[in-house]
């Protein structure tokens, strides 16, 4: 349960963000995922279950049970090199739900 508390209180955060944090952070999050899958930095679990975190957070998708599991799985410190393609999916679903909105990437709250 405390996994599960610890990822609300992110998407708590990752919802209060200003536009500018907003980008930043997910500009940071889209960066580590490509690294990891590169292979050239080997982040923790933890590390991308927050950016994957951030990443549904901010496409508000919050209806993806599967997805959801995945960052759970990290926030738990699995052993993350299994949910590699998840992650790269998670980064793509992102990427694919940005190229549907509007010019604006920050609705107003």
Request: hydrophobic letters at 40%; glycine letters at 2%; one cysteine or more.
């Amino acid at each position: 349960m405390k996994i599960v508390q610890s990822i609300a209180d992110d998407t708590l955060v990752f919802e209060s963000l200003s536009a500018a944090d907003s980008i930043q952070l997910t500009h940071n999050a889209l960066e580590l995922i490509s690294k990891f899958e590169q292979g050239s930095e080997e982040p923790t679990a933890k590390e991308l279950g927050r950016a994957c975190c951030l990443l549904l957070t901010v496409a508000e998708d919050f209806m993806n049970v599967e997805y959801w599991q995945t960052v759970e799985e990290l926030y738990s410190g699995v052993n993350h090199t299994f949910y590699k393609e998840e992650v790269i999916a998670i980064r793509d679903y992102y990427l694919e739900h940005l190229s549907e909105q509007p010019v604006s990437l920050h609705k107003q709250r």
